[in-house]
């Protein structure tokens, strides 16, 4: 071989005359390429006036003395420009983006912003692309506050957080295909069940199954006064809605308030007191 497999700098051969010329073309390749920053990648036809050393990264459709050069590396070098096909895995510094990217074969691959996957301490796929194993993860404020965001596409889909065991889900809360929240659950055959559900039009609750043939749906408020009180507070002060246990005097019966009144519950019927 006469060449590097890689770079495709020239060896000095045997007997070989002028030395010197093959071992400054092999110098030249490493300074061209060697810690890789272009000045642009915006440019579609060579600057003007160039200056000795600059590299570029030849955009698509290039003119000019860059025609047919697409996708290559140009170096200004020695008054003329010189050409770098970028091998899987070069890395490449672009200064007026400040940006990083790594060849994929095919493409420039920005490393960060956007970054198709990235896995930290694991694999991310074209589906969890964004994968994490850790005890922990931290997301903390910048100076004020801090917000979690999950945005869906459409109403019918989901933007939720999904509890797994074993890579099964066994508790689910969010916008589970609707844009009220709710919280599910399931058992080991895979079986969902509602636990929760909040209307985002009024913030009634539904709690054990869907609205409105929840066990029990909420439309107003539910406050609880006391459990186990000793004594039986006032009526009107405890304020209608109120829900109060009491110990003594009705032997733990629960007591619900008016705002007049309380109303025990004797057989699934309110007396009145």
């Known amino acids: 071989m006469e060449i590097t497999p890689n770079l495709k700098m020239p060896y000095i051969m045997p007997s070989q005359a002028q030395k010197h010329v093959t071992h400054n073309e092999a110098l030249r390749i490493l300074d061209a390429l060697l810690n890789l920053s272009v000045l642009s990648r915006q440019y579609s036809s060579p600057p003007a006036a160039p200056a000795e050393g600059s590299r570029y990264l030849v955009p698509a459709n290039a003119s000019g003395l860059w025609s047919g050069q697409d996708g290559k590396i140009a170096a200004f ?8 096909a970028p ?3 070069w890395m490449m510094h672009v200064a007026d983006e400040n940006a990083f990217c790594i060849f994929s074969g095919s493409e420039w691959q920005a ?3 956007p970054q198709p996957l990235a896995g930290i301490n694991t694999v991310a796929d074209n589906y969890n692309r964004l994968a994490v194993a850790s005890d922990a993860v931290l997301l903390t404020h910048n100076g004020a506050g801090h917000q979690l965001k999950i945005n869906k596409n459409l109403s019918d889909n989901t933007a939720s957080l999904l509890f ?4 099964t889900g066994y508790a689910e809360m969010g916008l589970a295909g609707e844009n009220n929240f ?3 659950v399931s058992d080991d055959a895979g079986q969902w069940r509602q636990a929760l559900r909040i209307d985002r039009a009024s913030g009634n ?3 054990g199954s869907v609205w409105p043939t929840a066990p029990l749906h909420v439309d107003g408020p539910i406050r609880m006064g006391a459990y186990e009180a000793t004594s039986v507070p006032n009526a ?3 304020g209608s809605g109120a829900i109060i246990f009491v110990k003594t005097g009705q032997n733990g019966k ?3 308030s008016d705002g007049a009144r309380w109303l025990w519950f004797e057989d699934s019927q309110p007396v009145p007191v």
């Open 164 to 167: 797994q065991s074993g890579w």
């Open 254 to 256: 629960p007591a619900f």
């Open 111 to 113: 490393l960060l912003n």
């Open 87 to 89: 091998l899987h895995g």
């Open 205 to 207: 609750i539904a709690i």
């Open 77 to 84: 070098m020695d008054d003329e420009w010189f050409y770098f």
């Open 236 to 238: 009107a002060q405890a």
């Open 182 to 184: 709710s919280i599910k």
